[in-house]
């Protein structure tokens, strides 16, 4: 019995953060960010200012709070130990991507359109673009953290750095090229495109044979 209310009340946090995170996006896009306040989310949602803060500390939360990092950690985690770390990470960057906008029998059309709406905000309003360098702080820590190359081993934690820090990259050059297009383009194949042009391999497909000398 206790797991099971410790599971409802993780649901209805969780409920509570998507309803309270939808209105700010919403509000943000109709009004623009600098002028809607807190209180107004708060009134939207049918919430206390407090329970807003309670679930996003920060107003630039509203925007940035995503599961990403955590989708991103799992596909990690679960993917093969001995793969390359730069397909092991766009691997998995491409199969969050996926998740993200095609939703696990949710409406990917409402998915999509929330993460646009989102990523539009992100790009136009220079206190999230500059918060937004500390996103990719965190869902780096997250991808070497998946990854096992911990302090233990400076020279493997410097790498799995290294390939997660472009990796990151090439998916963010794809993500302002997707908020450009509207959305129009698949993101997933998107983001496979940009870390096959950083890379030279798609991260997703079977390598090829060993080029010959």
Known sequence: MPDQQSSLRAQRRAETQR?????????????????????????????????????????????????????????????????????????????????????????????????????????STPALRARHLDNHYALQRAIVDALGHDAGDPDAAFHAQVAASACLAAMHTALVRWAEDDGRADLPGLIAKALTAAFGEHPTEPAGPPASR
């Open 19 to 123: 309803a309270i995170q939808a209105h700010a996006v919403r509000l943000f896009t109709e009004r623009g960010y600098d002028a809607t306040t807190v209180a107004d989310v708060a009134q939207a949602a049918g919430v206390s200012p407090m329970t807003v803060y309670r679930h996003f500390p920060t107003k630039e939360d509203l925007v940035l709070a995503d599961p990403h990092g955590r989708l991103v950690a799992e596909r990690i985690a679960a993917s093969p130990a001995d793969r390359p770390l730069v397909r092991r990470i766009g691997g998995a960057l491409v199969e969050a991507a996926a998740a993200l906008t095609g939703g696990h029998g949710g409406q990917p059309a409402a998915d999509r359109a929330f993460l646009l709406a989102r990523l539009h905000l992100m790009i």
